[in-house]
């Protein structure tokens, strides 16, 4: 772990010898108090900022916190506790929301009403979800303990909700793509600010670990790889009209 010097210390080090400095100059040259008690009163400062200085530069170093080029606002042991942060985020989006998930039920049942609103002061909202005729949805579905075409019906729900509000907007738009491969990580980008997290073998997706970014190597790495995504036009297949 790197180490750096305190910069604060040096402030107030240097500030300190500055100032016992100046009311030396003031007893000699203005006050000139008979006990010269500025000058004694202006040693000691000078005395005070060279120790304070000392300690800054030889011994009190700030270790460098590693992570923090990577961006981690938040870290959440389940979702579901990630859910509350995550919609007062929507609820504030301005520009865009990008999403990497399933069916997002849990969402349309409480959200429906916020989307719309977000789409008529037209923020957009760009959706990656699985094919839901793909046989990797299925497998999905049987990894965490559900009916074979829960999560594939969930899916087609998701593009009927999305055509039903987009024929209501006539600003923002809401796109929702399939792709047809193993599962990808859990994905909701507001603006400035992500949400992310794994999907976990036998395991509801509201029961993992999920994780806050809101800048840095972490932020940076999701959004170009949704981007990339987004674009690949061999991989995704465009579901809503």
């Not at 699985?130 to 965490?144: G, L, T």
């Not at 949400?195 to 073998?201: N, S």
Request: proline share 2%; with cysteine.
């Amino acid at each position: 772990m790197k180490e750096k010097l305190n910069l604060k210390s040096i402030i107030v080090g240097l500030l300190v010898l500055i100032i016992g400095i100046l009311l030396i100059i003031l007893d000699l040259f203005s006050a000139k108090t008979d006990t010269n008690l500025w000058i004694s009163i202006g040693c000691s400062l000078i005395a005070s900022g060279l120790v304070i200085l000392l300690n800054a530069v030889c011994v009190e170093r700030i270790k460098d916190n590693p992570l923090k080029e990577w961006g981690i606002s938040n870290i959440y042991p389940s979702r579901a506790i990630m859910n509350t942060d995550c919609e007062v985020s929507v609820d504030n989006a301005e520009h865009q929301v990008d999403v990497i998930a399933f069916g997002l039920h849990s969402y349309r049942d409480a959200k429906s009403k916020t989307t719309l609103k977000l789409l008529s002061k037209g923020v957009n909202f760009r959706i990656i979800t699985m094919d839901p005729d793909s046989e990797f949805v299925y497998q999905r579905a049987k990894e965490e303990g559900e009916v074979k075409e829960q999560i594939s019906n969930s899916i087609r729900q998701l593009v009927e909700w999305a055509n039903d509000l987009n024929k209501k907007s006539k600003k923002g738009k809401i796109t929702v793509k399939g792709y047809s491969c193993m599962t990808l990580s859990f994905y909701w980008r507001v603006d400035g600010e992500i949400y992310t997290g794994p999907y976990w073998y036998g395991k509801r997706s509201q029961q993992t670990i999920s994780y806050k970014f809101t800048s840095g190597k972490t932020f940076k790495a999701y959004t170009e790889y949704f981007e990339s995504l987004w674009g690949d036009e061999v991989l995704m297949k465009t579901l809503t009209k």
